[in-house]
């Protein structure tokens, strides 16, 4: 069908405002051809309808954090779930908290914790993504490592599919189900990570825990960064004893250590710290000091830099290290955007491997990435999980042509050692063509079927994924 424009009171085609709508965190930019900015599910439905009736394809949009391009409008019309921001329920006695997508994950889980309630996922863009984004892409974070991703803890979702027409899916609470393909049995799987492909989400249903009765944050210095490897993999294996209960384990590497030097103000990094790892455990107030001397330990066994590890107990003084966490990417987004004058960018990597095999895939992608690529490269994240991220900075065309070919092999060899492509941001449009040549076609075809199941027209998210 050759598309042809439409009208509706909550879309505009004014040039300038589409305009604002155009990139997001991965640097891609694509003006649409409209902005929709509903404030209903009945108004998306009624969008959704005409989009469909008259061809013109349809990307939603929360608040454009997505570091893989799924929220740039390739073609067609962008629809910003911004003004979907109700907090629609919090029940303390049942755990549970049901929201509109648009609202803001930091000031959601805030609204939470005034209530006693925690909700576990916490990625790094917290206080810039929406709660339907970090749905749309089975977004992770610190702890993660603990928690797990955002997918165990969405209990229901409201969905539009492309017909417009509205369903609830709602996880399943038998404790067995035998019927048909895994996926299939539990239908909400398939929506949660699907990057806006399958339809759009207009309401959120999450399970919660109740508020942890405090923790404390540390960061630890290596002199090696095999050594600070080492250290994660032995504090692993005590996790796994019950020696040590970290609720996250965070690599910043040498790069990443210089680019949060200038930001450290009282916080001492020492002249001689090649690596350091931060980790936070969850305890009762007063116990602190019990669970730090098991970390010092273990600090001192790994032949890290002890007298120079930074605890972190006050508020402030948490919030000043998860602060130094996020400078990191943040910088990083920054310098890429000021390489995009020369036609340079930063690229980034989103693959985990088992964890047994991660100090070999650090070593091997810090050597690819300087026979291939020689810039600027820092390696840091949630390598707990297995799941470093590697930022290259390509200051130029011809840098970004060599950090491309660098991140593609890469994230090839962390796929022999047994890896994924992404962990957390999603395939987008940035690693479409990763995930048509690094998997089998049939597991692509397959996911392509689904895709044209149930939004034949390919109304939904056009670039994203395929």
Known sequence: MEPSAFEHPRLTRSPEVCAAYAADASGLSCTPDGIGRPHSEAEIQEL???????????????????TTGASVAERGLALSL?????????DPIRRI??????????AFKRSLRAQGLFYPPDPTSENECTLGGTVACNASGSRTYLYGPTRPWVRAIRVVLADGTAHELRRSETSKNATGYFGFQDPIDLWIGSEGTLGVITEVEVRCLPNPPGYFGALAFF???DAALGFVL????????????????????????SLIA????????????AAAIYFEQEAEPGSEIDALEAWYAAIETAEGLADDTIIAQSDAEKSELRRLRHAIPAGMNERGARAKLQGGRKVSTDFAVPL??????????????EELFGGLTAGYGHVGNGHPHFNLIAENAGELARAQRAARAMTERALALGGTLSAEHGIGKLKRELLSDLYPRWLVDSMRAVKMTLDPKGLFAPGNLF
């Open 82 to 90: 911004e003004k979907m921001t109700r907090l629609v329920e919090i």
């Open 97 to 106: 908290a049901r929201a509109e997508p648009g609202i803001n994950l930091g």
């Open 356 to 369: 047994p095999h991660l100090p070999l895939l650090m070593s091997d992608c810090f050597r690819l990435a």
């Open 48 to 66: 959704v309808r005409l989009a469909g009736a008259h061809g013109e394809p349809l990307t939603a949009q929360g608040l454009r954090s997505s």
């Open 234 to 257: 032995a504090v692993d294996a005590e996790r796994r004893s019950g020696t040590l209960a970290p609720r996250c384990l965070e690599l910043f590497d040498s790069t990443a250590l």
């Open 223 to 225: 002199s090696r960064l």
């Open 262 to 273: 200038p930001e450290a103000s009282v916080l001492r990094i020492p002249a001689g710290a």
